[in-house]
């Protein structure tokens, strides 16, 4: 019997670790796609307004990549604070952005990414119980929102990518 308790926790441990590393992609792929691609010009215009988006998510990304690199990496780390760079970023740049299409889209991306902070933050993996049938339902609906909000913040980023234009 006691076998299968150490079976059951090494794959409650890989499904942590896999389950971090998802979240870590998707928000990953959802930053290479949208944050990084806008141009420059004169006035506020979109190419202007796309310009302070791209300096600010410049200015982040050590942190962000820190703050990931925390999260994924195990022990204490909070998941979901991993993002609050990336929000803070987002949220100074749209302070700063007139540009009535690009401010749309830059605050729907910090929208995504602070309700993928929020449902981070709502999972708690630390006493996960797999033979906990309500924790195991839990854990399938969280990784089903991961998925939708991937799909939200691939959305978001190509919206980014078509009004900034890709470099």
């Known amino acids: 019997m006691g076998s299968y308790f150490l079976i059951r926790d090494e794959f409650m441990q890989k499904k942590k670790k896999n389950l971090m590393r998802a979240a870590a992609a998707v928000m990953t792929a959802g930053l290479a796609l949208g944050l990084s691609a806008c141009g420059s010009g004169s006035g506020q215009s979109v190419a202007d307004a796309c310009k302070i988006v791209e300096t600010e998510m410049e200015s982040v990304t ?13 022990g ?30 830059t605050d729907d991306m910090t929208k995504i990414i602070k309700d993928l902070a929020a449902s981070m933050a709502d999972l708690d993996l630390s006493n996960l119980d797999a033979t906990d049938t309500a924790a ?32």
């Open 62 to 74: 050590a942190e962000v990549n820190t703050a990931l690199s925390g999260a994924l990496g195990g």
């Open 136 to 167: 195991m339902e839990k854990l399938e609906a969280f990784t089903a929102t991961m998925e939708e909000q991937g799909d939200a913040m691939q959305t978001a980023g190509e919206a980014i990518d078509k009004l900034c234009g890709a470099k």
């Open 76 to 105: 204490d780390a909070d998941p979901a604070a991993a993002f609050d760079p990336l929000v803070a970023g987002l949220e100074k740049a749209s302070s700063q952005v007139t540009n009535t299409e690009v401010k749309a889209v």
